[in-house]
């Protein structure tokens, strides 16, 4: 099996490569083109990351479905309705994937690390948040 | 007046794409159409993608979904627009792209759409080192 990848392998000496006197190529990284997948998880933590009661947003990956988990301070209805409103452009934008979408009320002054392990961490207030 | 269609004449998947700087010249490093993985699901933190137009002239809004075999999309790239001149040009992108989720074995595809028209997809085999 290796022998065959071996065929294909080709050894460059970058001293025997270089012209003398020639100078080194620079190379940039296209990093403004550089972006995320975006997934339901990331699809909600930019609608409502905004909000500051929201304190965390993951997915967890499975084989056949993706669990999305927010965490938030409270749940006023202005931000369940607009958590339930991204979860609707969800379904419309990730056609037949199955997920689903839970929401834990956990107060601020209760740590969230048991809950907040998960395959994609898409949004963490405890990282992303100004420092004052 | 709508933009022409675009031809797709060249579209690599790969760890990374660097351009150089002066010449514009776009490189494309460790190519490849398939992934063994020991372990599902799973992300794959970095996956590069240089894609080569022709025959395109106007503005397109660029879009790609990764699918698998059931239509199913996984995650979605979007938010690149070009703008090309004339039809002389044949212009070419590379975009670095983070966190591919990747639930199970089997077959995907990465599909363009241009100005939300799809135009063509493109393979990806998953496999399962286990099953090998």
Same mark, same amino acid.
């Given at each position: 099996?290796?022998?065959?990848?071996?065929?294909?392998?080709?050894?460059? @000496?970058?001293?025997?490569?270089? @012209?003398?006197?020639?100078?080194?190529?620079?190379?940039?990284?296209?990093?403004?083109?550089?972006?995320?997948?975006?997934?339901?998880?990331?699809?909600?933590?930019?609608?409502?990351?905004?909000?500051?009661?929201?304190?965390?947003?993951?997915?967890?990956?499975?084989?056949?479905?993706?669990?999305?988990?927010?965490?938030?301070?409270? @749940?006023?209805?202005?931000?369940?309705?607009?958590?339930?409103?991204?979860?609707?452009?969800?379904?419309?934008?990730?056609?037949?994937?199955?997920?689903?979408?839970?929401?834990?009320?956990?107060?601020?002054?209760?740590?969230?690390?048991?809950?907040?392990?998960?395959?994609?961490?898409?949004?963490?207030?405890?990282?992303?948040?100004?420092?004052? | 007046?709508?933009?022409?269609?675009?031809?797709?004449?060249?579209?690599?998947?790969?760890?990374?794409?660097?351009?150089?700087?002066?010449?514009?010249?776009?490189?494309?490093?460790?190519?490849?159409?398939?992934?063994?993985?020991?372990?599902?699901?799973?992300?794959?933190?970095?996956?590069?993608?240089?894609?080569?137009?022709?025959?395109?002239?106007?503005?397109?809004?660029?879009?790609?979904?990764?699918?698998?075999?059931?239509?199913?999309?996984?995650?979605?790239?979007?938010?690149?627009?070009?703008?090309?001149?004339?039809?002389?040009?044949?212009?070419?992108?590379?975009?670095?792209?983070?966190?591919?989720?990747?639930?199970?074995?089997?077959?995907?595809?990465?599909?363009?759409?241009?100005?939300?028209?799809?135009?063509?997809?493109?393979?990806?085999?998953?496999?399962?080192?286990?099953?090998?």
């Amino acid at each position: 099996m290796l022998s065959k990848i071996d065929d294909n392998v080709t050894l460059i @000496d970058p001293q025997k490569e270089l @012209d003398k006197g020639a100078e080194k190529a620079e190379v940039y990284q296209p990093i403004l083109l550089e972006a995320q997948w975006q997934t339901p998880g990331l699809y909600l933590a930019q609608k409502v990351a905004g909000n500051p009661l929201v304190r965390f947003v993951g997915e967890n990956l499975q084989t056949d479905f993706i669990q999305v988990i927010i965490i938030v301070d409270d @749940d006023p209805e202005d931000l369940v309705d607009s958590i339930f409103s991204a979860e609707q452009e969800m379904y419309n934008k990730f056609k037949k994937l199955r997920f689903d979408v839970r929401l834990r009320v956990i107060p601020v002054k209760e740590s969230i690390e048991i809950v907040k392990k998960a395959t994609i961490r898409n949004y963490d207030r405890d990282i992303f948040k100004p420092k004052l | 007046m709508l933009p022409v269609e675009p031809s797709i004449i060249s579209f690599l998947i790969s760890d990374m794409v660097i351009q150089e700087k002066g010449t514009n010249k776009w490189s494309a490093i460790g190519i490849f159409d398939k992934i063994i993985a020991i372990q599902f699901p799973f992300v794959q933190p970095r996956v590069a993608l240089y894609i080569r137009l022709s025959d395109a002239e106007g503005d397109y809004d660029i879009r790609i979904e990764f699918c698998d075999d059931n239509d199913c999309i996984l995650a979605i790239f979007e938010g690149i627009r070009l703008s090309i001149p004339s039809r002389l040009h044949n212009p070419d992108l590379g975009i670095t792209t983070l966190n591919l989720p990747i639930q199970k074995p089997g077959k995907f595809y990465f599909k363009l759409f241009f100005n939300g028209k799809f135009a063509k997809d493109f393979p990806l085999i998953v496999e399962d080192y286990s099953k090998r």
